[in-house]
């Protein structure tokens, strides 16, 4: 039993980020008995009492004592097992009363059934030593996330779930094969409703038993990181489920939500209120609850422009105190574990969300670019005649690139709620929607930030996700959708191959276009560079196919073409340039010099020049100059 109640102080004051090492229910060991210590914070009620498995569910059975006048409640149970059921029974301040799960539960129930279960999380372990002492937050390194959900990514032959454990010995072969660097996990806390995807949580501290219990989960992260893949968790920290044995009006008064009109979401939830500093230290803790016990990699915090503005609207205002929240947040984390990332996905236009904490600097790592995404497949829908009128939709990513470090995402939500997959939102019919969205793949590995893709994206499918249905891996026996999944393939291994396509991508002395105003061709092209490599991107965004097409490059010498989409390994028509090009004559688009290409339509081309062949010519050529004039 605890009697020094600083702890609750500091959790008031919203600054108790092991805030779950306190509250909920704990094994522990009192004058030789064995059971659980729980505790609860109610301000407002009248009474709580403790039901569960080991009183029969009997209400009188367990007063929890109040401790502390501002609401803190405990009571210890001796002879309690792990795998009871559990919930509080509070005498609200309107008079009612409710019974409820816990808040800082561990584990709970499936579903809509609504108890919290026992369990220890001493049990919970995970070893890693040395993914953690090499792991830092990927500034100057590829990253390529592989976005995915729990329950369809595969199921077994009869229809039933793996388990967290069980999934990571087939996605494993499968990231390692395809190239990924990292896993993102649709949210996996506990929540009731199937059709919400995980984002209407309740259980902040609870894994969710759909896929198995917390050391399964501990197993799955423990088998990514021996083969070097993060994993990062999609966290929702706006809302939260209105389920009445949740969160929602918790001891008869607003505990955790809004007492205002910003109550209710858009979503039919209920908004946390994140200027109350219970909240911030409760949201903050499960943060540090799974980099500590799971050793996350990463969180991604969900509608972060919910946060920004209230009820996500730039003209209601900036929401300071939610503000303060997201920048508490990220200064914990960064403090207790500075080699976890967080990430924002954020669709406005605040500024300086990855920029520090200098004035209305947030503070994340990185920051979803939607602009890029919606700009992007808005470009590749549109009819090529009618590309050139939307170039800019192309080239003006570039202009704010810098503005924040980006990640390049196409996500779950575009391939939800009828808007079709990547694939049927290209322009044309068959063959040139697989043209326009190998184009595509290769457009978004070129473009400086870091990747992220949907499951499914690579299998190039017909059919949009749905979160009853596992993936359909048959369509890998067609000819094109292979191809598009061996392109992905083969973009993951060149994106972690070339430093010059994640070399210090942020800093802009590193980027140069080209080619950024043929709007007449729709030809776009650009270069990257690291110290030992300039990579040259070319992408023709219309039908038409150019046998001499002449681009401007940099250094003289050769360069090699690693990347065609048009290849026939691809399910292009096999238009691509065999042999090492040089470079010749006067230079143009603003480069020293020039090479002739062939370029196939709907192609996106990838030019390899590496510097040290070009040093060692030079010292060549100096020699000889120099034995010449000895001679």
């Given amino acids: 039993m605890i009697e020094d109640l600083t702890f609750f102080d500091n959790y008031l004051h919203g600054h108790l980020p092991d805030a779950y090492k306190y509250f909920g229910a704990h094994h522990v060991v009192i004058n030789g008995q064995d059971g659980f210590v729980f505790r609860v914070y109610c301000p407002m009620a009248e009474e709580v009492c403790l039901i569960g498995d080991f009183n029969n569910w009997n209400p009188s059975a367990h007063r929890m004592e109040k401790l502390d006048y ?116 649709l949210p996996i806390l506990a929540y009731p409703n199937e059709k919400s995807w995980g984002y209407q949580v309740l259980g902040y501290f609870a894994i969710d038993g759909r896929w198995g219990d917390p050391k399964d989960f501990a197993s799955f992260v423990e088998k990514m990181h021996h083969n ?18 949740g969160l929602e009006k918790f001891d008869g008064s607003c505990v955790f939500e809004y007492s205002n009109e910003h109550e209710f979401s858009e979503w039919g939830t209920k908004n946390f209120d994140l200027g109350k500093d219970p909240v911030r230290s409760f949201l903050i803790s499960s ?34 105190g939610a503000i303060e929240f997201v920048k508490r947040a990220n200064g914990y984390i960064h403090t207790l574990y500075p080699s976890v990332m967080m990430i924002a996905e954020d669709s406005s236009s605040y500024g300086h969300v990855t920029k520090g904490m200098f004035k209305e600097g947030l503070g994340f790592d990185y920051k979803w670019d939607l602009g890029w995404m919606n700009d992007t497949l808005k470009y590749y829908a549109k009819d090529p005649i009618y590309r050139k009128y939307s170039h800019n939709q192309i080239t003006f990513s570039m202009a704010y690139f810098y503005s924040e470090n980006f990640i390049l995402p196409l996500s779950h939500d575009e391939v939800v709620h009828m808007k079709g997959t990547i694939l049927n939102k290209m322009w044309g019919e068959y063959d040139n929607k697989f043209a326009n969205v190998r184009n595509l793949y290769a457009y978004q590995y070129a473009h400086p930030g870091k990747k992220l893709n949907f499951m499914g994206n690579e299998l190039a499918s017909f059919d949009e996700w749905k979160e009853y249905q596992p993936l359909a891996f048959n369509v890998l026996d067609y000819p094109k959708h292979k191809g598009v999944h061996q392109l992905i393939k083969d973009l993951n291994k060149l994106y972690r191959e070339h430093s010059a396509m994640y070399f210090e991508e ?6 140069q276009w080209i080619m950024a105003d043929n709007s007449n061709q729709s030809v776009y092209a650009f270069k990257r560079e690291s110290p030992d490599e300039c990579m040259i991107f070319i992408f023709n965004m219309t039908p038409n196919f150019y046998w001499d097409y002449d681009i401007g490059v940099p250094y003289e010498g050769e360069y090699l073409e690693v990347l065609n989409t048009d290849k026939e390994c691809y399910g292009g028509w096999n238009q691509f340039n065999k042999n090492p090009l040089v470079t010749y004559g006067n230079g143009i688009h603003n480069q020293k010099y020039k090479l002739t290409i062939k370029l196939p339509s709907f192609g996106g081309i990838y030019l390899l020049h590496k510097k040290e062949n070009c040093s060692k010519k030079a010292c060549l050529k100096s020699k000889d100059a120099e034995t010449t004039k000895k001679q």
């Fill in 70 to 185: 501002r609401g803190l409640y405990q009571v210890f149970i001796p002879g309690c097992k792990e795998g009871q059921k559990y919930k509080f029974h509070i005498l609200g301040c309107d008079g009612f009363w409710k019974d409820k799960q816990d808040p800082f539960a561990f584990k709970d129930e499936i579903g809509e059934k609504g108890c919290s279960i026992l369990y220890d999380i001493k049990n919970i372990k995970v070893s890693d030593d040395i993914f953690l002492s090499k792991r830092d937050r990927n500034f100057n390194k590829p990253m390529s996330i592989y976005e995915f959900h729990f329950g369809t990514w595969k199921r077994k032959p009869d229809g039933s779930y793996y388990n967290y454990s069980e999934l990571a010995d087939l996605l494993i072969p499968y990231l390692k094969e395809m190239g990924y660097t990292h896993v993102e996990a």
């Fill in 228 to 245: 070097n893949i993060g994993v990062i968790m999609d966290f929702v920290p706006v809302h939260f489920a209105i389920d009445s044995f």
């Fill in 506 to 511: 942020y800093n802009p002395t590193h980027f």
């Fill in 287 to 320: 943060l540090c609850f799974f980099a500590d016990l799971f050793h996350i990699d990463g969180f991604r915090f969900d509608a972060v422009s919910n946060i920004i503005y209230w009820d996500g609207n730039s003209d209601k205002g900036i929401n300071s």
